[in-house]
């Protein structure tokens, strides 16, 4: 059974780092997309950013410069690499494995903190 598990939430101060890691088991995903999505408190679950298997990536502009997604196929892997963090970064980083012919599936989320 596919299974994502995200890992490396916490609790940061304005301008600190996190590495988010989505560790995938049960399939190999090196064909597929993957992405880091986020949800605040009373807000709709957005796009972070997003790697093709080929190694293409796009981002939120709010996070442009700031984040960096990366994927390590042999580990089956992704992770999310976020510098300068700030307080309108603080929601639940869910990760996504996507398919080629639409399968999608979610991990259970992390929790990212940032507050003084």
């Known amino acids: 059974q596919v299974q994502l598990v995200e890992s490396g939430g916490g609790l940061v101060q304005p301008g600190g780092s996190l590495r988010l890691s989505c560790a995938a088991s049960g399939g190999v995903f090196s064909d597929n997309a993957m992405g880091w999505y986020r949800q605040a408190p009373g807000q709709q679950r957005e796009l972070v950013a997003r790697i093709t298997s080929g190694g293409s990536t796009n981002y939120a502009d709010s996070v442009k410069g700031r984040f960096t997604i990366s994927r390590d196929n042999a580990k089956n892997t992704v992770y999310l690499q976020m510098n300068s963090l700030k307080l309108e970064d603080t929601a639940v980083y869910y990760c996504?494995?996507?398919?080629?012919?639409?399968?999608?599936?979610w991990g259970q989320g992390t929790q990212v903190t940032v507050s003084s």
């Open positions: 996504k494995a996507t398919w080629w012919y639409g399968r999608e599936v």
